[in-house]
């Protein structure tokens, strides 16, 4: 069981042979993708079994999207020679539905000519033994083995005879190495330790909306894009077509994770901030307090959905419509009846004012029908056209453009009276309210609360396309209004929301899991926790953890997976800047990441200390030559580093009205060591670690 010495063992000089022989056919199933691509000939059959191989079904597509997935595949199948192409084994008994079969499992499946496994997909079923088996539930392995590599050999390996009992679980040497490995750049899959409770979230069916509630570095951001990445594998005609989005809570967040996707061969996965993901105005502009409360609130929407239908008039004339010398009379009762109707009909603003205008068509065809006349539907279409109607359409059933709407209700004090009454107290209405009418869209400065209730009008004229899944990550920081824009595009599919809310350090989003749920449109997701701490060592945690009663969030602590004695520091210092840029300049002597995480005041301070003292350093943008980042605290959430360096925590918690919140986060980012200098004393929760 314990891991091996290789120079001498057979099993390891048996695996690189296996290894060889995998990537030897890799290469040629490159080469066939490649030349597949040059000659047409029978490319279209050999292809879709190509496809048939790797993901286990064909169905009919267009030779355009097969076109595609020819050069998709050809880059997928590339070999950068230092990813090992299996990280593990499992060995099938008798009383299997393999019986005597041993798969090894590794990031894609590659075959020989004659379709045999050398290696089998980490996402195909065979591989959930893989993940899920143990000595108490073996799933018919009898035994498994995992891989070392150094340098991109093969060079050690773990095995557990599930048959004999043996499991190692958490205790895997292999597990820690991964966890540990120093952080260079930005961040890498799991797929070769990715533990069962972790396995059983990303295998959960698409149908199944998730909400994962974890603490600080128990996996959620890996699981959400390794569920990503596995639904995209089991369901490709689904999501190939419909889409798989993420969001994260940062542009800084989404360029550490953009990698993770492509390297388990998945390149085509939007990912957006909220921001990005909507953006119908240029944002300009920002929000008191105590309009931004408000504006966020889900209220709101009801009271867009009021000021829009009241756009809508009652017809008082008859409409009269010409065509030559004939003349068709609709009368004021029946085009009510008719506005009526399509207000109760489930269809959004312009498209019921479209269907006002056909509908007023067919009226003036049936006048014509009992005239003894046949007219056709380009008739219809014409009479839809014709001024008369055009001129009720737009009194009854008005044009709206979602900025404007927007626009009127916040400089419009009465309609905001009219669509609030009830929904909004008088004191909410004038926190939103414009001062001032602006008098050209260009005055307009919209702020980023705005934009999403553009973004809700918009999609009250016009139903937003949805995603097959959506992946949102931080959904803690989520106000109500951006997960109902969110909700907008999983509507159809399904969602993974990922977040803790002990690290919430939005003021406006809702503190529960079933409000943001519900607010998000999927009020049935199951909430599901993870507590096992892979990223922050116990004695780091400690420290974090005392944080916990104090933000009355309400969630399980984690219970981290490793000891590291000495990984915690806590200096006081007479001044704060000088002494992160020493602990900074000592920190560079190792290897890996090195995260200076400071109140975004004190940024520009701490910046020039680490300038003055020679430090090489780059702010706020992971660099892979430069170890060292100077992180604003309002900017690492999500993030992590071997060694992070916190300077003055008071100063992290006063910035903000969820200070302490921001500090659990700010204390929870680091793997291998973390140090804390303060020159005020630091905060309550926190003093009985003193000095240490
Ligand atoms: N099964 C695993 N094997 C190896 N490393 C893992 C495993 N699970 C998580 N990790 C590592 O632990 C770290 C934390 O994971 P991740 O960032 O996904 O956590 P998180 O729950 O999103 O954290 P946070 O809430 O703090 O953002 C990452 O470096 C990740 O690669």
């Not at 940062?250 to 993901?277: D, M, R």
């Not at 010409?322 to 004021?332: K, M, N």
């Not at 049936?366 to 006349?373: L, P, S």
């Not at 949805?466 to 509507?491: F, P």
Request: hydrophobic share 40%; aromatic share 4%.
């Amino acid at each position: 069981m314990p891991e091996t010495d290789f120079a001498e063992d057979q099993t390891l000089r048996a695996e690189r042979d296996h290894m060889v022989a995998a990537r030897a056919e890799l290469t040629r199933m490159r080469d066939e993708a490649r030349s597949l691509q040059t000659h047409d000939g029978e490319w279209y059959e050999r292809l879709a079994d190509i496809r048939a191989q790797a993901a286990g079904a064909t169905t009919f597509v267009s030779d355009e999207v097969l076109a595609s997935e020819l050069a998709n595949r050809t880059i997928s199948l590339a070999d950068d020679g230092k990813t090992p192409l299996f990280f593990g084994r499992i060995d099938h008994g008798d009383d299997s539905p393999y019986p005597g079969e041993s798969f090894h499992i590794g990031r894609r499946h590659i075959a020989n000519p004659a379709g045999d496994p050398l290696v089998i997909d980490w996402r195909a079923p065979v591989s959930e033994a893989f993940y899920r088996a143990t000595a108490a539930e073996p799933r018919g392995v009898i035994r498994r083995r995992r891989f070392g590599f150094h340098s991109g050999q093969l060079s050690s390996y773990e095995q557990e005879r599930l048959d004999e009992g043996e499991n190692l679980g958490l205790a895997s040497k292999i597990l820690t190495a991964e966890i540990e490995k120093p952080r260079v750049g930005p961040m890498r899959d799991i797929v070769a330790t990715i533990q069962p409770d972790q396995d059983a979230l990303v295998r959960a069916d698409l149908d199944d909306s998730l909400c994962i509630q974890g603490a600080p570095g128990t996996g959620k951001t890996a699981v959400g894009l390794h569920r990503a990445a596995y639904l995209l594998y089991s369901h490709p005609d689904r999501l190939k077509r419909s889409g798989v989005l993420v969001i994260g809570p940062n542009q800084a967040f989404l360029s550490y994770i953009a990698q993770v996707l492509p390297a388990l061969g998945e390149g085509g996965v939007k990912q957006a901030t909220v921001s990005q993901l909507i953006a119908p105005v240029q944002v300009r502009g920002t929000d008191s307090a105590q309009a931004e409360a408000v504006k966020t609130d889900a209220r709101m929407a009801e009271v867009i959905r009021r000021a829009l239908y009241g756009r809508i008039g009652k017809p008082t004339e008859p409409l009269v419509i010409a065509d030559g010398s004939l003349r068709y009379r609709i009368g004021p009762a029946r085009l009510m009846r008719l506005v009526d109707d399509l207000r109760r009909d489930d269809l959004r603003y312009a498209t019921a004012r479209e269907r006002l205008r056909t509908r007023l068509g067919y009226l003036a065809r049936a006048q014509a029908e009992a005239r003894g006349d046949s007219p056709t539907e380009a008739w219809v279409a014409r009479i839809s056209r014709t001024k008369s109607v055009k001129e009720l359409t737009d009194a009854v059933w008005p044009a709206v453009d979602a900025a404007g709407l927007i626009a009127e209700l916040l400089s419009d004090r009465e309609l905001l009276a009219r669509s609030a009454d009830g929904l909004l107290s008088e004191a909410e209405q004038d926190a939103i309210s414009w001062p001032t009418a602006p008098r050209t869209k260009r005055q307009i400065r919209w702020s980023n609360a705005d934009a999403v209730l553009i973004d809700e009008a918009t999609d009250l004229l016009e139903r937003s396309g949805s995603y097959g899944h959506v992946v949102i990550d931080e959904a803690q920081d989520l106000t109500a209004m951006q997960a109902r824009a969110i909700g907008r595009r999983a509507r159809q599919g399904s969602v993974t929301v990922l977040g803790d809310l002990a690290q919430s350090t939005t003021v406006t989003a809702p503190k529960t899991w079933p409000a943001l749920l519900e607010a998000l449109g999927k009020p049935t997701a199951r909430v599901l926790p993870l507590t096992t701490g892979y990223r922050v060592p116990a004695e780091i945690l400690a420290l974090a953890n005392a944080l916990l009663p104090a933000l009355d969030a309400g969630v399980e602590p984690a219970v981290s997976v490793r000891q590291a004695p000495h990984s915690l520091v806590i200096q006081s210092v007479p001044e704060v800047a000088a002494a992160v840029a020493t602990a900074g300049a000592e920190a560079l002597e190792q290897p890996g990441s090195i995260g200076v995480v400071v109140a975004d005041a004190s940024v520009p301070a701490v910046t020039k200390a680490l300038t003055a003292a020679g430090v090489s350093h780059s702010v706020n943008s992971a660099e892979e030559d430069v170890p060292l980042t100077v992180v604003p605290a309002t900017l690492a959430k999500g993030l992590e580093f071997d060694h992070v360096i916190v300077g003055e925590p008071a100063a992290i918690v006063a910035a903000e009205q969820r200070g302490l919140h921001r500090l659990y986060v700010v204390l929870t980012r680091a793997v291998s060591k973390l140090t804390v200098l303060h020159a005020e004393p630091l905060p309550a929760e926190l003093a009985a670690f003193g000095e240490s």
